[in-house]
């Protein structure tokens, strides 16, 4: 790997590329919370400021580091998925690698420089020796309607952790997406999972994100138990009111992947955790109705234009067939 040669030098998106950051009084984990991988997806960036806002002045109960940085500073100024290529999906090593040896100037997509520019933060994070863990949370939105969740990457430390923030887990869906940026920081040695907090405007949606950030924060013992109860109480309230009828991990079966041309167009009313049975019409594209594979619950419908998801239908983990891959 290219060592990095300017690590303290500002670069141009740099003012704007940290949203925020945090030093606690004591030791503890160093937190990295990640906003607006995609440009539509800025209530993610919003709820991660109003974390900051809330833990101001608190500094001194707060154990370890947080850090809390936008990701696609072009595509959140356009509200949109992207503006050349999908930054969520440029992660892999080779491309990185490429990113890093290439000047700005030269790299051939603006999700490709905003990625330059995010590494230089993120290097340094990476090189700040800590006996305690460094956790990444990507935060995200969804296109339809429904209840929040977590992409975790697999291992019990992450499920111990995430499932105290009551967010139905989905085990399965970051290894099959390629190219994250949540898989590059596992591979990594990263704590790292992915936040879906909810429909891009919903009105909840910031209030979830705020919610599990913070419930996180106290369960990875940066906010200390019993700091500010009642406001951790009402927090802790609001989530499992919005998921306690769910199921709590939940596994991939299928995901459908959308094709250059093909003209993908979700049928309308689906949400989130919505139970589709084998057979059900789902959407349509220029082959055809698309048809539900199996039974179980229907994940991230898409209904925007961009995206190469269609959709992914996910299985509660104890209805799961014996175990198709390990
Ligand atoms: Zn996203």
Redesign the pocket.
């Known amino acids: 790997m290219k060592k990095q040669t300017i690590p303290e030098q500002k670069t141009i998106g740099e003012g704007r590329r940290v949203i925020g950051s945090l030093a606690g009084g004591r030791e503890g984990p160093q937190v990295v919370l990640l906003a607006g ?2 440009g539509n ?1 800025y209530i993610g960036v919003e709820a991660v400021g109003e974390v900051l806002d809330r833990l101001r002045g608190r500094e001194d109960a707060f154990n370890g580091r947080l850090l809390a940085l936008r990701a696609n500073i072009r595509a959140l100024e356009q509200k949109v ?1 992207y503006v050349d290529e999908d930054m ?1 999906r440029l992660w892999f090593p080779s491309i990185i690698r490429e990113i890093r040896s290439t000047p700005e100037h030269r790299l051939s997509s603006s999700e490709r420089r905003e990625a330059k520019q995010l590494l230089r933060v993120l290097d340094q994070v990476e090189k700040k020796q800590n006996p305690h863990p460094t956790i990444l949370a990507d935060i ?3 296109s339809a309607e429904g209840a929040m969740f977590t992409l975790p990457n697999l291992g019990s430390e992450q499920l111990d952790l995430l499932s105290g923030i009551y967010a139905p887990m989905v085990l399965g869906v970051g290894e099959s997406l390629r190219g994250t940026a949540l898989k590059y920081y596992h591979n990594r040695g990263l704590f790292s999972f992915a936040l879906e907090g909810g429909q891009h405007e919903n009105s909840l949606t910031r209030q979830n994100i705020v919610a599990s950030l913070m419930v996180l924060l106290q369960q990875a013992g940066c906010i200390r138990e019993g700091e500010e109860a009642p406001e951790m109480a009402g927090f802790r309230e609001h989530l499992r009111a919005q998921t306690h009828h769910l199921p709590e991990q939940t596994e991939l079966v299928y995901q459908h992947i959308i094709e250059e041309g093909d003209d993908f167009v979700m049928r309308p009313g689906f949400q989130n955790f919505q139970p589709v049975k084998e057979g059900q019409w789902l959407a349509s594209d220029r082959y055809g109705r698309i048809k539900a594979q199996c039974d179980g619950y229907v994940l991230m419908p898409l209904y925007q234009a961009q995206g190469n998801d269609g959709f992914f239908i996910i299985k509660g983990r104890d209805e799961q067939e014996p175990a198709r891959h390990h």
Request: proline letters at 0%.
């Open positions: 991988m995609h997806e998925r969520n995200h939105t969804f």
